[in-house]
């Protein structure tokens, strides 16, 4: 699933392109319809000619509404930048340029709108001149343009050529197992409550799944999902969703809040940044100015608290530790915005080096800034992480050598991951980064819980009697160790998803059902068994009576027990001879075979049978023509 987003000035005519190429106006206020301008977030959906269906953010162009264009182009995978031809690059696109490149979307199409317009061929190529010079250095640099006139369609099915050649080069969106939804819209809908939108990231959402909604804590349940106007059980990472919450009233969301999983996210309020001022800014950036933060679609008031400097001037680089008004959900490696509140003002931007740091920091400590230049290149815990999802299961010692953290750093980087859930221990002990207890990536175990159901739910699919997939069974189809399929199994069963019956294992709540044929013919042979309960009929009769595969399910649920190749007995009766012999033998000190016919009235072979498998079983041993109790044999 790929979202895309446009950027560009005023009527330079996005918003109609994107009716032009979808059908859907994204316009969707009568303020905005009325003024022929977008004011708020605009959304539709467009299949590239290759079938794939993508999400669009239509933002606005206007300066008085660009905090509304930040909330729309966080997440996109790629951009349509918008340059009118007849009045070539305005204020606007030069700051939407800026901020494009300061939250790292990677790749776009720059689309010449209104070429009908132009009679000129010389001018579009000036303005195409001019659009080249102002992307130089920035990630659009090697962008294609595209000349359309959204009116009479001109250049249009080049334009989805090469957005579906942008978007081809971009790997789909990771899925670490940790969901988040940053939410840019929420309405109410008659006889369904409340819904939000926005883009999804990080992990994936499943139909009647419990969450929670950051800033406030507050859980809700999923009672409906929707990506591309289409319902759907499970919405992946990447995808613009929108979520019919359960549970929570409309007043209770706000834009920029966070739908998560519960307990794997904390809001805060202390950020530690790395920040870029924008070369063309009207003034240097002094310790403790205010400004707003726009991080995901939050917008929130914050001091920042400049580290290592009084001040950074236009162009300069820096630390910073903001002190925000209101808390924030954020992760390390987030990309954010920085605004002057007043006059508005895009500062720069830059990514989020540590979203808890512990303590208020001295503003010139040395240590703490090669602290932070250290987490910059990379946190221990997203190391440990990429080494677990290169590793697979394995024991936590070989993560931690892999990652190549020292004892103390591993420590302190698992604490967090397990707590989380991102690192999924699946083996009793003490999970250190010496120990051998098996660990998994959360995605990762995902994907091999997921495996393993499907495995047993097929099996139960195609052998419907059978008591369930017998374990080797398992194992050799999910081609895993026996230690991490056991390991497997032991989780799924403690979170109740299989249960485990000796050598076999089953899916939570299945049981074996005959047709009602079946039913008869099973009824007629116990009935058989029940007339002459010690010279039965044998394997074969049953076999043919019955069919292999019903035999087999008697046997597996235990209610026949064979005895030999020919000789099978119903479990009751089995345990009583059981009884019997061990208590003849107790009080005569053996029996023979011709005691035990005549004790049940049966013949020398059903006799033999018998006696034979209790040999087998250890119960008992021959000796010459009588048995013994094995045991007592034993402690004589």
């Known amino acids: 699933m790929r979202v895309i987003g446009t950027a560009g000035h005023v009527d330079h005519g996005k918003s109609t392109l994107i009716a032009a190429l979808t059908g859907t106006h994204p316009d969707r206020l009568k303020e905005e319809r009325a003024r022929?301008?977008?004011?708020?977030?605009?959304?539709?959906?467009?299949?590239?000619?290759?079938?794939?269906?993508?999400?669009?953010?239509?933002?606005?162009?206007?300066?008085?509404?660009?905090?509304?264009?930040?909330?729309?182009?966080?997440?996109?995978?790629?951009?349509?930048?918008?340059?009118?031809?007849?009045?070539?690059?305005?204020?606007?696109?030069?700051?939407?340029?800026?901020?494009?490149?300061?939250l790292q979307v990677q790749g776009g199409v720059?689309?010449?709108?209104?070429?009908?317009?132009?009679?000129?061929?010389?001018?579009?190529?000036?303005?195409?001149?001019?659009?080249?010079?102002?992307?130089?250095?920035?990630?659009?640099?090697?962008?294609?343009?595209?000349?359309?006139?959204?009116?009479?369609?001109?250049?249009?099915?080049?334009?989805?050529?090469?957005?579906?050649?942008v978007l081809a080069n971009r790997p789909p969106r990771a899925d670490l197992g940790r969901p988040r939804l940053p939410v840019d819209r929420i309405f109410t809908m008659p006889g369904f409550g409340t819904v939000v939108t926005g883009t999804l990231t990080d992990g994936h959402f499943q139909l009647g799944e419990e969450i929670e909604i950051l800033p406030g804590g507050i859980h809700g349940r999923i009672r409906g999902l929707q990506?591309?106007?289409?319902?759907?059980?499970?919405?992946?990472?990447?995808?613009?969703?929108?979520?019919?919450?359960?549970?929570?009233?409309?007043?209770?969301?706000?834009?920029?809040?966070?739908?998560?999983?519960?307990?794997?996210?904390?809001a805060v309020r202390w950020l530690d940044v790395h920040f870029h001022l924008l070369p063309d800014t009207s003034g240097s950036l002094k310790h403790y100015s205010e400004v707003k933060l726009f991080l995901g679609t939050a917008e929130v008031l914050a001091r920042i608290r400049l580290l290592g400097d009084e001040e950074l001037q236009p162009g300069e680089e820096g630390w910073l530790q903001l002190e925000l008004r209101e808390p924030v959900v954020a992760l390390r490696g987030d990309h954010y915005i920085l605004r002057r509140p007043s006059p508005g003002e895009t500062l720069g931007g830059g990514i989020v080096v540590d979203p808890r740091p512990k303590e208020r920091h001295k503003r010139f400590s040395k240590e703490i800034l090669a602290s932070l230049q250290s987490l910059r290149e990379g946190s221990p815990e997203e190391v440990l992480l990429q080494a677990s999802a290169a590793l697979g299961p394995v024991p936590l010692r070989e993560i931690v050598h892999r990652a190549r953290l020292d004892p103390e750093q591993a420590l302190q980087a698992l604490e967090p991951l397990i707590e989380l859930g991102s690192l999924v221990i699946l083996e009793e002990g003490k999970a250190a980064?010496?120990?051998?207890?098996?660990?998994?990536?959360?995605?990762?175990?995902?994907?091999?819980?997921?495996?393993?159901?499907?495995?047993?739910?097929?099996?139960?699919?195609?052998?419907?009697?059978?008591?369930?997939?017998?374990?080797?069974?398992?194992?050799?189809?999910?081609?895993?160790?026996?230690?991490?399929?056991?390991?497997?199994?032991?989780?799924?069963?403690?979170?109740?998803?299989?249960?485990?019956?000796?050598?076999?294992?089953?899916?939570?709540?299945?049981?074996?059902?005959?047709?009602?044929?079946?039913?008869?013919?099973?009824?007629h042979c116990l009935y058989r068994f029940a007339q002459s309960p010690f010279t039965p009929p044998t394997i074969n009769e049953i076999q043919v009576e019955l069919g292999e595969d019903v035999y087999n399910a008697l046997v597996e649920s235990g209610q026949l027990k064979p005895v030999?190749?020919?000789?099978?007995?119903?479990?009751?009766?089995?345990?009583?001879?059981?009884?019997?012999?061990?208590?003849?033998?107790?009080?005569?000190?053996?029996?023979?075979?011709?005691?035990?016919?005549?004790?049940?009235?049966?013949?020398?072979?059903?006799?033999?049978?018998?006696?034979?498998?209790?040999?087998?079983?250890?119960?008992?041993?021959?000796?010459g023509n009588v048995r013994k109790l094995k045991e007592a044999r034993k402690s004589s």
């Open 36 to 102: 022929e301008m977008t004011i708020d977030l605009g959304f539709a959906f467009l299949q590239l000619p290759g079938g794939e269906t993508i999400g669009i953010v239509d933002v606005p162009g206007h300066r008085d509404f660009i905090e509304n264009m930040l909330a729309g182009v966080w997440g996109i995978d790629a951009a349509l930048f918008v340059v009118a031809a007849d009045e070539g690059v305005m204020p606007q696109t030069r700051e939407h340029l800026a901020i494009l490149d300061i």
């Open 110 to 165: 720059i689309v010449l709108t209104k070429v009908d317009l132009i009679d000129d061929p010389e001018w579009l190529d000036l303005v195409e001149l001019d659009v080249r010079q102002i992307v130089q250095g920035t990630i659009l640099e090697q962008a294609p343009i595209v000349r359309v006139s959204s009116r009479t369609r001109e250049g249009l099915p080049d334009l989805l050529q090469h957005l579906e050649e």
């Open 227 to 266: 990506t591309h106007n289409q319902k759907v059980e499970r919405a992946v990472s990447g995808s613009r969703a929108a979520i019919n919450v359960a549970g929570v009233d409309v007043d209770q969301i706000q834009r920029g809040s966070v739908i998560a999983l519960p307990g794997r996210y904390q």
């Open 433 to 523: 980064p010496d120990s051998d207890v098996l660990a998994v990536a959360r995605p990762q175990w995902e994907s091999l819980s997921s495996h393993a159901v499907e495995v047993i739910e097929l099996y139960h699919r195609s052998f419907p009697l059978r008591r369930g997939i017998p374990r080797e069974e398992l194992k050799s189809r999910l081609k895993l160790t026996a230690r991490v399929s056991n390991a497997i199994v032991h989780m799924l069963s403690q979170e109740h998803q299989l249960v485990e019956a000796g050598a076999f294992l089953y899916r939570s709540g299945f049981q074996v059902t005959y047709t009602s044929e079946q039913q008869q013919k099973v009824r």
């Open 564 to 623: 030999s190749p020919e000789v099978i007995f119903r479990l009751d009766d089995y345990e009583l001879m059981a009884r019997e012999v061990r208590k003849q033998i107790e009080q005569n000190g053996s029996i023979t075979l011709a005691q035990f016919r005549d004790r049940f009235n049966t013949t020398r072979k059903y006799a033999q049978a018998f006696l034979e498998h209790l040999d087998q079983t250890g119960l008992t041993v021959r000796e």
